[in-house]
Each structure stands twice: as structure tokens, then as C-alpha cells.
């Protein structure tokens, strides 16, 4: 048995066994570590290597080995934009039964809606659909105070944590959540329409895995691993690398990006000071809910430049927001290398919205699907603000046929609302003649700024090599005929017979800690 001699690795992490910790000497210069096995000469160089990087406290991506890995989510499709995916669907048939009030522009039935024209369309028969428990007050616990739970908020959570968890579980390439999205929601309080955000529990569920067990020669690698040996997640907010039997686990990094038209204050909020998820943000900015969002937004702390924000002015068109979204997200695909990507696709950019002032055809806001698609990272699709039914339906449905690959006619078939889509009965709804007031030197400028600003980062930010919690299990219930719609419920004020969505009715820092208090 000979030991490596490992110098200048001054943060190591305390595995827990039970309630007994073993911990190291944080401001040692020296650790001794023992192998069963010397290691080869490829992996002593590596180690070397990020040792002197680790001095610096700056990190760049490194390969313990050439072994090959196993576990991950990787895409099984190898072009780029392949068609062969994995979709899990996640739809809760009772999503009908509430709605928010006589008046309220928030409609829930819009969910139906559009599950009704993805059925139609036969889209159905290319993914693997799913209806998920409601989130429990333990998994809203991981963020949220203890009076943030409601049965509403738990119904939509548990989408989005169980399309992580199937993410996790390299059981899908893609998961949707339409019931999800809900971008607002702080620690301690609802906000815009927002009760419970499901996207950072969902983040927080992504955040728990990726194991990769690198085998060195050695003899029986996964053999003194036990699921006690858990880590303190808190430990994590500083950089440190950790051998144990050479099991390595790292701790994934995630893509946040937002194309509703609101800011996606909260989900930025609740990661401002970690590296490990980067948030970037498309929306509209000024004198306009909830005016934050400033391209001088950055992050602090260790999350400094891992916040971006691209504030737009009124009326923005395919050909603009094309023009920034695609260089802005190539740079941050090849600076930030996210192991996995959430993206909120709220659909109030869409030209004609009822809160909306944006001018996006329903084509131009499934680009952006089709842009990240063609990463093959994996890929979690939620929904968020959308306030006209018909055209929320045609738009998730568009986005539903780009993530499992198919072009579907733009004549709509028969189907349970199709009154609602008249005069036209189409699924293209394209952009109207709006002015747009974004110059082009002004979208210059903006993409300028944050192209700088992801200029300073490291090419990889730090990575913990870390044992995490146990994925979540996705829990699913009996199936059930979903074409069958159920009776209407309330959620608040009055039942109502008809949806009347057509009609004109004008009208920093969140502490995410308890999270890794509850250890699953």
C-alpha cells in the first residue's frame, strides 16, 4: 500500500457516517491518502495539475482519467439535432377542475387546453406521459418557509420536481411540465401570479446528482461506499475537491434561462450567490412588473457573472430576438458547460398576449427550444405566463412536437376546444404589425455587455466532487383517461361555464440553505 503524498489541497470535505463525522484539518498542508492500488501515471499528472489550480481557488474542467465513466444523463442522440429523444410528458388531468376567479387573467384550463391539441395531433404516441404526485411540504421545505405550502402550488411543484428526478435518473433527454414555470415566488411570499416556485425546487432536485464512478484499477471501486456517507450540503459553498476510493461524484451545473416576458426575479434571486446555477433572463424592462432585471445584474459573491440579464424594450420580432438569444446562449453553452438546462418558456412574449408587449410568432419562441435542443444536454421544459388560451395551446403544443421532433401541419385538427381557435383554426400564430422599438444597436450593445461579462468567467466554474443525496422517486399515479374532462372546480370566487379569455379586460437575496437541511 503506497500513500500519494497530496500537497496544497487545503478544503476537503467531512463525509458523515451516521452521526460520527470524520473531518480533516482544513489548514493542513499535507494529507496522506492510501490506494489500494498506485495510480496511472495519466491521473498522477491530472492531479498535479488541478493541486496547483486549487491553490488559486480557480478551477478548470479536468479528467481524472481515461477510464470511461458510467452513470450521467447524457443524450443518446450523437447530431445535432437529432430527432431520436427521450420525452417524458408530465400532465395532471385534474389541472381543469381550479381556476383563479371570475376575471382573474391566471387560467389553468389553458394547461387542458393545449394537452387537449398535443393529444390531437397524435404526439402523444412519441413520448412517455406522466401524472405526477403533488410536491410534498418536505420538498417545498427545501426552499420555501413552512406557510408557503398549498394544494394548488404542491399540484404543479411536483411536475417539475418529478421531470428533474426523470433527468436525473437518465430516464429521459427531455422533460416537460406546462403546469410549471411559476418564475416569481420568493422564500417567504407569492408574487405575480406565483404561489410556490417549482423551478428552483426543480433546480434544487438537479443539483443532488450526476454520480460518476471513475475506476483507476482498482478492485471492487464502489464496494466501501455506503448511503450514509453523505455529505453536508453546506459544506459545498466553498470549492473542494474529495477522494473517497476513488468514488467521484460531481456535483452538476445548471443552465437557468427565461424567455417570458416578466423577469425571472425569483429564480434569480434564489441563486444569486452560487455559482452552481447560472441564470439568463430575456424580458422586458423599465416600467413594467416586477422592474427588475437590469443588465447590471451580475450575481454576487461567488455568483458573481453567473447572473445575465437582457432587458428589452416593447415589440421585439423573430429576427431580433433571434439575433441576441443564439450568440448569447453559444457563449454561455461553451463557457459555463451546464450539465443540464431548464428552460421557462412563458409564453406572454407571444405577439397579441393580454399582459404582453413583445411580438414573437409562436415559430420565433420555439426557436429558442430548437436551439438548445441541439446541445444534447438534458433538457427541462416548464411553462409560465401566457394570458391568451388559444394561442398558450398552440405554442406549448409547437414546442411539445420540436422536443420529440416532429413538424406537425399547421391546419388543426379536430379536437375538444376547437372553437376557441377561430377564425382561422390554425397553429402558426404569427407576429402582427407592431412597431419595435429595440434599435439595433441597443440589441449591438446588450449582447456586447454579456458577452463581456461571460469573458470573465473561468472556463468551468468550480466543481465539487461530492457522495449527494438520494434522487428523488418519481412518483406516478394510476393512469387515467385524460381525454375525460372533469367537472370545474374553484380555486377562488365563482364557478364559471365557459372560458371567456377572448374578452378585452385591460387592465436580494433569498436564503436557500434549509434545502440541505432536509437530506432525503
Given at each position: 500500500m503506497r500513500p500519494l503524498k497530496l500537497w496544497g489541497l487545503r478544503r476537503l470535505l467531512s463525509f458523515q457516517r451516521g452521526r460520527a463525522a470524520t473531518r480533516f484539518d482544513y489548514n493542513?498542508?499535507?494529507?496522506?491518502?492510501?490506494?489500494?492500488?498506485?495510480?496511472?501515471?495519466?491521473?498522477?499528472?491530472?492531479?498535479?495539475?488541478?493541486?496547483?489550480?486549487?491553490?488559486?481557488?480557480?478551477?478548470?474542467?479536468?479528467?481524472?482519467?481515461?477510464?470511461?465513466?458510467?452513470?450521467?444523463?447524457?443524450?443518446?442522440?450523437?447530431?445535432?439535432?437529432?430527432?431520436?429523444?427521450?420525452?417524458?410528458?408530465?400532465?395532471?388531468?385534474?389541472?381543469?377542475?381550479?381556476?383563479?376567479?371570475?376575471?382573474?387573467?391566471?387560467?389553468?384550463?389553458?394547461?387542458?387546453?393545449?394537452?387537449?391539441?398535443i393529444l390531437n395531433y397524435n404526439l402523444h404516441r412519441k413520448m412517455e406521459i406522466i401524472q405526477p404526485f403533488s410536491a410534498t411540504k418536505e420538498e417545498i421545505g427545501w426552499f420555501h418557509s413552512g406557510t408557503m405550502w398549498s394544494f394548488s402550488s404542491a399540484r404543479d411543484s411536483g411536475g417539475s420536481i418529478g421531470a428533474a428526478a426523470k433527468l436525473n435518473r437518465n430516464e429521459a433527454d427531455i422533460a416537460i411540465n406546462w403546469a410549471g414555470g411559476l418564475h416569481h415566488a420568493k422564500k417567504s411570499e407569492a408574487s405575480g401570479f406565483c404561489y410556490v416556485n417549482d423551478i428552483v425546487l426543480g433546480i434544487l432536485e438537479l443539483l443532488k446528482v450526476h454520480k460518476q464512478y471513475v475506476d483507476n484499477g482498482l478492485e471492487d471501486v464502489e464496494k466501501d461506499y455506503r448511503p450514509e456517507d453523505i455529505v453536508d450540503f453546506r459544506e459545498l459553498l466553498v470549492t473542494n475537491y474529495c477522494f473517497f476510493n476513488m468514488l467521484i461524484v460531481v456535483v452538476q451545473r445548471v443552465l437557468y434561462v427565461d424567455i417570458d416576458v416578466h423577469h425571472g426575479d425569483g429564480v434569480e434571486e434564489a441563486f444569486y450567490t452560487t455559482d452552481w446555477v447560472m441564470t439568463v433572463s430575456f424580458h422586458k424592462f423599465g416600467d413594467f412588473f416586477p422592474g427588475t432585471g437590469h443588465v447590471k445584474d451580475i450575481g454576487a459573491s461567488t455568483g458573481k457573472y453567473y447572473a445575465l440579464n437582457a432587458p428589452l424594450n416593447n415589440g421585439i420580432d423573430d429576427g431580433s430576438f433571434r439575433s441576441l438569444f443564439r450568440p448569447v446562449i453559444q457563449k454561455v453553452m461553451g463557457v459555463y458547460q451546464p450539465e443540464a438546462v431548464v428552460l421557462q418558456c412563458g409564453v406572454d412574449s407571444l405577439a397579441g398576449d393580454r399582459l404582453g408587449v413583445f411580438n414573437l410568432s409562436v415559430k420565433g419562441h420555439a426557436d429558442c427550444i430548437r436551439f438548445l435542443r441541439s446541445f444534447n444536454v438534458p433538457l427541462m421544459m416548464l411553462g409560465g405566463g401566457g394570458y391568451t388560451v388559444k394561442n398558450v395551446a398552440r405554442c406549448w403544443c409547437y414546442k411539445t412536437a420540436v422536443a420529440v421532433g416532429v413538424e406537425p401541419d399547421n391546419n388543426l385538427p379536430y379536437n375538444e376546444f376547437y372553437e376557441y381557435f377561430a377564425p382561422d383554426y390554425i397553429l402558426y400564430h404569427e407576429s402582427l404589425p407592431m412597431k419595435n422599438e429595440n434599435l439595433p444597436s441597443e440589441l449591438e450593445r446588450i449582447k456586447n455587455t454579456l458577452l463581456e461579462q461571460l469573458s470573465r468567467l473561468p472556463h468551468v466554474p468550480s466543481v465539487s466532487f461530492q457522495v449527494t443525496p438520494s434522487v428523488t422517486v418519481v412518483l406516478e399515479k394510476e393512469d387515467e383517461n385524460m381525454d375525460q374532462r372533469p367537472k370545474p372546480g374553484i380555486q377562488m370566487g365563482q364557478d364559471y361555464d365557459t372560458d371567456d379569455e377572448e374578452k378585452s379586460n385591460n387592465g436580494k437575496f433569498s436564503n436557500y440553505y434549509n434545502y440541505f437541511n432536509n437530506e432525503k
Open positions: 493542513k498542508d499535507l494529507e496522506l491518502f492510501s490506494y489500494k492500488k498506485r495510480l496511472p501515471l495519466f491521473s498522477l499528472l491530472y492531479f498535479e495539475r488541478f493541486l496547483k489550480v486549487n491553490k488559486l481557488y480557480q478551477f478548470t474542467a479536468i479528467a481524472i482519467s481515461s477510464s470511461v465513466v458510467k452513470g450521467g444523463a447524457s443524450l443518446r442522440s450523437p447530431g445535432t439535432d437529432a430527432t431520436n429523444r427521450r420525452v417524458s410528458y408530465f400532465f395532471d388531468s385534474s389541472i381543469g377542475e381550479y381556476y383563479y376567479g371570475q376575471g382573474h387573467l391566471m387560467k389553468p384550463h389553458r394547461i387542458r387546453v393545449a394537452h387537449n391539441l
